[in-house]
């Protein structure tokens, strides 16, 4: 029988082999993050709340004009590449409760709709004229922060709470990859600039790479899953008993669906869309002139392209047709995407140690709250991993309900053990400390150089897919001021890995037994719900500098110092390389990189901890 275990592109696997051994084991979601950030700040002002109000009716609008109009949508399937195959199990989990509460909107046959009788488009529109692109960025004194997460609410008692080291503790931004986006505090990379561009230099064009927004739990039930957990509580049905703070339980239903983007998760994408457009309009100007449309990419999975949806309501607003090109790549396993690079190498199971870490770190924050927690239990006894889903169950519940009654349970200790947890994940799953973190994010670094210098990729062996790139209609290379694509936290992570951002890394490999007092490699900073780079380029006058043409990667609003390139100079002041030294180097990266034995090869890593990587590749000479 095949070992393959298909894993989600979320980082969660399908199915564990061996639960308690240490073998190779798969890891659920999610990343946190500590803070020394503000506290959330919760002011719902009327306006607020009526501008929420418009964007959602508008939202529903276009959503169901769009299932009943012209446009054909792919058949999406929901578990499209991520099945989740508990039959692989061997017996070892339970088959897991879905949902136990259910409202299944909108119903399928609703009497009185009548279309004829709600036309789309009744005329006497008024007059339409348009004005000025913004660029506010350029024209404001500061660039403008995103913070927050409208319509969450955090529990009373985390008000003015700090963290273990005396910063402001913020709830929302202590659950790695399952925190909604910030803009990241300046300096938090190394390099103590915003986005702004320097005063010689004008910005000529963006390159954004951005993952969906909030959404609910993959179908994948790795370890600390909150179905898992959902299934304990309801299989024991009425033989246990909560008291004290886990009364809720008694008649608590589990909510969440899967893989689909929440109501919060669409606000993310379309409040994103509406912030680049406000930031970077002025560069569809040169679309204007060039007589041309920007193309954007996303995949077919739903939440993906529902995420492509939003941020082009937030960026053109409704009906957006005619106003952009959007590109529908296929996300499944066997076709060849960059978005989605792990579907076409095989060997990627091998990456699955990240599990074996965080059980292993489970089992020493948690200690304490498990035993708190069993004490307000009778007849159910609850294991590390559970207590883990509740934490999960906090931030899922948080993002698609509004509110979590799970997250008063933790102290904001382990809350920072949480976000640590993700961020112990994600590092050996899909970035510095995986051994296909570099290679998984060559496809995309391929195409973006070809963008950058405007010619084809040469050869196709990597997750590039020839039949898109190599037509100037769907990948153009007439070096376009504005590109858009859309993918995962995994596939984010492997960008930001493969780009040889070593900054990022300096303080792995990240230990189990402990938090490092420092460290750079947070998944709440890289890859939260809509996490965003954007790849600026810059045209600067200053004449100490090389070159004219220069580029800069900037993180949720955060610069990225590209100094560990080769062919970049040291820029501690605004993180810049030139384009040609920045495409040298990236092209040295790809030529290191054979795809094919690393997605095809016979080879095998020891077991555990006991084979490390600190830059997302493997060593052959390691083996
Ligand atoms: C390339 O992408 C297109 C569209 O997603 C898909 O139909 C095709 O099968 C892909 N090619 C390969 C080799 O995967
Ligand atoms: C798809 O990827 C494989 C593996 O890298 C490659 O051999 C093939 O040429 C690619 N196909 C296309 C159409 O790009
Ligand atoms: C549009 O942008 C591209 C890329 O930055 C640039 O080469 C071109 O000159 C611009 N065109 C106009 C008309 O500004
Ligand atoms: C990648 O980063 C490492 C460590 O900073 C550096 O030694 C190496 O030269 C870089 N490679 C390239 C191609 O820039
Ligand atoms: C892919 O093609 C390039 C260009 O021909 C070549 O340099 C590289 O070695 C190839 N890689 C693999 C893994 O075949
Ligand atoms: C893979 O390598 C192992 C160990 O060297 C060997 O036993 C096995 O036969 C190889 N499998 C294939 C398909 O080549």
Redesign the pocket.
Known sequence: MSTRYPKDVEGQPNAQDDYAADGYEEVPLISPKETQYSPQKRHFSWIHIFVAFLAGILVQFFVGSMSSGSISLPDWSISSGVSSNTDANDGLVPPYVGSTEVHNYPPTDPTGVDTELFPTNVGYAGPTPTGAEPAVFLTAPSYPQHSGAANLLVPPKFFGAKTSSGKPFDLFRSWGNLSPWFSVPKGAFGVNSGPEPPETCRVTGLHFVHRHGARYPTGSKGYGSVAKFATKIHDYGTKWSAHGSLSFLNDWTYKLGEEILTPFGRHQLFDLGVSMRMKYGFLLKNFTETNTLPVFRTESQNRMWSSAMHFAIGFFGYPFEGQYEQSITVEHEGF?NTLSPEK?CPNEHLTNRATWYVRRWVEIYLKAARKRLNAHLDGIKLEPEDVYGMQMMCAYETVALGYSKFCELFTVEEWEGFDYSLDIYFWYDSAFGSPFGKVLGIGYIQELVARLTRTPIPV????????LDDNHITFPLDGRSLYVDATHEVVVLQILTALNLSTLADSGPLPYDHIPKERSFRSSLLAPFATNIQFQLLSCADPSLTSTEQIRVIVNDGVVPLSPLKGCFKDPKHGMCSVSGFVESMKESISELD?TWYCHGNWTLPKGDKWKTVDGTVHREDL
């Not at 196709?460 to 039949?467: D, M, Q």
């Open positions: 060849n076409t196709h062996n990597t997750s590039t897919n020839g039949t795809w």
